[in-house]
T-cell receptor, first 114, second 114 residues
Framework: AQTVTQSQPEMSVQEAETVTLSCTYD???????LFWYKQPPSRQMILVIR??????QNATENRFSVNFQKAAKSFSLKISDSQLGDAAMYFC???????????FGTGTRLQVTL | KAGVTQTPRYLIKTRGQQVTLSCSPI?????VSWYQQTPGQGLQFLFE???????NKGNFPGRFSGRQFSNSRSEMNVSTLELGDSALYLC?????????????FGPGTRLTVL
């Protein structure tokens, strides 16, 4: 069974600094996608970034980038120039197969301080 | 374009009752997935519907069921409610079913079972 592990329940970063959230996964599949979702206090989940396993190049979206280490089954999220609005729960998720099912990690709560 | 809508937003029921939650996907999206979010179990996949057919089902008892209509709107039903069914129920829509599709989440329905 596929599993997703986020070992950091909580993280804190100062405004304008950089923070990295960790995620590891376990799978025997060769074709899969990895995602980072953000869930602010309003509870609406928002896709932050997506990475296809076949692509060697790490995905980036503005201030958000990933470090995808396929052999190590690691998928960390780096947030640069952190802003107060980045404070939220961040979930790492995995998707494979022919359906849309997402398997989520337990989440990391990110606090952003002044 | 309107986002994913879920009704009702909040619901209070008593044990033994049944409940129906509704999800309207983004216009043009044909896949709807449902997730249960609890503090103890995290985010767990319930099921996915695509073109009125169930594509995938998570590890939940038969009390949890769903359906999808020809306009892609989806409903999920929980019969004989238990205290442990108290959760945030999220639905997500995507253009189609399959690996890697971006899923757009609704704001959720908060179900409380007394």
């Amino acid at each position: 069974a596929q599993t997703v592990t986020q070992s950091q329940p909580e993280m804190s970063v100062q405004e304008a600094e950089t923070v990295t959230l960790s995620c590891t996964y376990d799978t025997s599949e060769s074709d899969y996608y990895l995602f980072w979702y953000k869930q602010p206090p309003s509870r609406q989940m928002i896709l932050v970034i997506r990475q296809e396993a076949y692509k060697q190049q790490n995905a980036t979206e503005n201030r958000f980038s990933v470090n995808f280490q396929k052999a190590a089954k690691s998928f960390s999220l780096k947030i640069s120039d952190s802003q107060l609005g980045d404070a939220a729960m961040y979930f790492c998720a995995y998707n494979t197969g022919t359906a849309s099912k997402l398997t989520f990690g337990t989440g990391t709560r990110l606090q952003v301080t002044l | 374009k309107a986002g994913v809508t879920q009704t009702p937003r909040y619901l209070i029921k008593t044990r033994g009752q049944q409940v129906t939650l509704s999800c309207s996907p983004i216009s043009g999206h044909r896949s709807v997935s449902w997730y249960q979010q609890t503090p103890g179990q995290g985010l767990q996949f319930l099921f996915e519907y695509f073109s009125e057919t169930q594509r995938n089902k998570g590890n939940f008892p038969g009390r949890f069921s769903g359906r999808q209509f020809s306009n892609s709107r989806s409903e999920m039903n929980v019969s004989t409610l238990e205290l442990g069914d108290s959760a945030l129920y999220l639905c997500a829509s995507s253009l189609t079913s399959g690996v890697g599709n971006e899923q757009f989440f609704g704001p959720g329905t908060r179900l409380t079972v007394l």
